[in-house]
């Protein structure tokens, strides 16, 4: 047997592993996880089979490219890949690709089933340049009789106002934990994978309603550690650990400043950079329950604005202890102090 044919052999022995987020990426409308509302308005029009210019926009990793991909595939059948066009961010996206391969595109012929149209899907379409948009305008209005478009983006008030006036808008919102929850356990089930409540509660928490990062995580620390539990999770996202900063604001809520200093050191020395600090700091506040509204808001208040002061770049541990400064000071008898 030649090199070449054992080869070939050997590799047809090791079956090909697609990664989850793929594997487990929906091909139905009624398999897409949140967003019943707008997810049921995409029903309506497979049904009807009238799918009109769609702009759908949110954050990322909810279902928005896959939405525009099920919807395509019940609308256009086995037709799908004649039919469907789709050019993502990573690819030119500039006028004459607009002029071009997306005009030459709307003018081709294909078969497809009565009263159906061809679909170009655009994803991350808000980082499309105006001149694009501007030349995409035009074809949209000379192709409607035969091609539809769908533009998936983070933020549809960067798209131009004259295509937003030609789409339907569908705004989808961010996963609820339940619906996070749920897929996970399935997942867990179908790939036989080891975990405790503790772990799924830590990829929740790490993938703020994003279902891409939450699977990929899952992924990540069953093959890192094989089996998925709360420290296992942080260890493998390399992020600061949600206990240690609820014992920090614990203590800042108590205006035991050096205690809490003393916590903040500790992350600090441990690597983490002061966007990873500060962000756990803010999900770790939004979602405590032990501390009264008013204080959550004015601790939310000070978070954002050491948060926008290291984003500009001031990335100290001295920024981040003046937060803490500041939150203990709001819980301190400052009456006591003589100046």
């Known amino acids: 047997m030649s090199a070449s044919k054992a080869k070939a052999t050997n590799n047809a022995e090791v079956p090909y592993e697609l990664p989850w987020v793929e594997k487990y990426r929906p091909n139905n409308l009624d398999d897409v996880v949140g967003n019943i509302d707008t997810i049921e308005r995409l029903k309506v029009i497979a049904r009807e089979g009238n799918c009109p210019h769609i702009i759908i926009s949110g954050m990322p990793g909810i279902g928005k490219t896959t939405s525009i991909h099920c919807l395509a595939h019940q609308l256009l059948g086995d037709a799908y890949k004649e039919g469907v066009l789709e050019l993502n961010a990573s690819d030119e996206r500039g006028i004459d690709v607009v002029r071009n391969k997306i005009k030459t595109f709307a003018q081709k012929k294909v078969t497809l089933p009565p009263g159906r149209h061809k679909i170009v899907i655009l994803d991350e379409a808000d980082s499309m340049t105006a001149g694009a948009q501007q030349a995409l305008r035009r074809t949209m209005e000379i192709f409607s009789n035969t091609t539809r478009f769908c533009l998936a983006c983070n933020m549809s008030n960067k798209i131009i106002e004259p295509i937003q006036s030609r789409c339907a808008i569908l705004r989808y919102a961010k996963l609820r934990d339940k619906e996070l929850l749920k897929r996970l356990v399935e997942i867990c089930d179908l790939e036989n994978v080891q975990y405790n409540e503790d772990g799924l509660a830590a990829l929740i928490f790490t993938s703020e309603g994003d279902m ?31 206990i240690v900063v609820q014992e920090m604001i614990k203590l800042c809520s108590e205006g035991k400043v050096d205690a809490a200093m003393d916590k903040l050191t500790d992350l600090w020395e441990s690597g983490y950079s002061a966007v990873d600090i500060v962000v756990t700091i803010f999900r770790v506040v939004k979602t405590a329950d032990n501390i009264p509204e008013y204080t959550k808001l004015e601790y939310i208040k000070e978070i954002g604005f050491t948060h926008m002061r290291i984003l500009e770049g001031v990335g100290t541990i001295l920024q981040l202890a003046g937060l803490v400064a500041r939150l203990c000071k709001m819980n301190m008898d400052t009456s006591k102090f003589k100046i």
């Open 212 to 242: 891409r990062q939450a699977i990929n995580n899952l992924q990540s620390t069953h093959s890192g550690f094989g089996f998925v539990s709360g420290d296992n999770v942080f260890k493998v996202c390399d992020q600061p650990h949600p």
